[in-house]
């Protein structure tokens, strides 16, 4: 996902980021390929991402951001180091790994859709020790957690959060099993209607799996797309709408921009349903947008 620096917003918030740096291998298609089916690519780039890429460039657009991480030490990891700091992203806790550096591979469709699937490689090797140390030297107010890292990882630092006064925000893509503290720390989870559908073990309204998962962590977003998001916190439940997108130019990194967006806002001081309108509108944006313009 591109991004332009902003370095005119002030620098005393500080957000964390602990995630995956990928290369994205980005090809445009006519259609979906069936099973045992192959198409022809109408076109092919190679893009900075990863779920933590993605989300810090978005956090460092409006408050002081550190990425924690690990890549290669190949061409893949050096462009991508490259290409946060260019976006005012703090990349001294990223690691460097004898492994290769992560990949994306991403088919874009002509709706503006696309499927993904990632190689971690170097990603799988971001340690709880790692996690721990790096956010000692940071000290963040806000930590941002996915799930393209190791589950210790993960839990190390919620752990982290809870022992330093911090805010712990959760985006568990792609879905796998949440430990019981880290859901319990979420402020918030941040989910899509399919993955809260999964976590709270049933399919329902947007507004009914907030409610739900409202009761399983500190608060919650659930994102819909084109019909917005809806923030729980206890019995109180918000939606926001989404502003009108004439015309979807590609989806991808929109969830990460979301992401990135709420959290840098809750480091500015802002209310939970304040940093979620903020967080809708950029994810708008994204999707509107195409990469090259981001």
């Known amino acids: 996902m591109a991004g332009s620096p902003n370095p005119g917003h002030g620098r005393a918030p500080r957000v964390a980021v602990v995630g995956s740096l990928n290369l994205d291998l980005i090809a445009r298609v006519a259609r979906e390929p069936k099973p045992g ?15 933590g890429l993605n989300q810090a460039v978005a956090a460092a657009r409006i408050a002081s951001t550190a990425l924690i991480g690990a ?12 290409f946060a700091r260019r976006h005012d992203v703090d ?3 990223v690691v460097a790994s004898d492994q290769a550096t992560g990949r994306a591979l991403i088919t874009l469709l002509p709706d503006g859709e696309n499927t993904i699937v990632v190689a971690a490689l170097a990603n799988a090797g971001v340690t709880a020790a790692d996690v721990r140390a790096k956010l000692d030297e940071t000290s963040p107010t806000v930590v941002l957690v996915q799930f393209e890292i190791p589950a210790d990882a993960v839990a190390a630092a919620a752990d982290w959060v809870a022992s330093a006064d911090a ?9 796998r099993d949440i430990e019981p503290a880290v859901l319990a720390a979420a402020d918030p989870l941040i989910v899509n ?7 709270a073990g049933t399919d329902a309204a947007p507004t009914g799996l907030a409610q739900i998962l409202a009761s399983r962590c500190r608060s919650v977003v659930v ?8 923030v729980g916190v206890r019995e109180q439940i918000v939606e926001i709408p989404a502003p009108v997108v004439d015309e979807v130019a590609d989806s ?11 959290g840098a806002r809750l480091a ?4 939970l349903v304040q940093a979620a309108r903020a967080a809708v509108e950029e994810a708008s944006r994204i999707v509107s947008t195409p990469r090259a313009r981001r």
């Not at 209607?193 to 976590?199: C, K, L, Q, R, T």
């Not at 990194?253 to 979301?258: L, S, Y």
């Open 37 to 51: 089916e192959t198409v022809l690519a109408e076109a092919f780039g190679e893009d900075p991402g990863g779920k």
């Open 71 to 82: 890549v290669g030490r190949d061409d893949a990891g050096r462009t991508l180091l490259d």
């Open 91 to 93: 990349v001294d806790s």
């Open 167 to 175: 805010r712990l925000v959760v985006n568990p893509s792609p879905m």
């Open 193 to 199: 209607v399919g993955e809260a559908s999964e976590i």
């Open 223 to 230: 994102t819909a797309g084109a019909d917005g998001a809806v």
């Open 252 to 262: 991808s990194g929109a969830g990460d921009a979301f992401a990135g967006t709420l």
């Open 268 to 271: 500015l001081g802002d209310e």
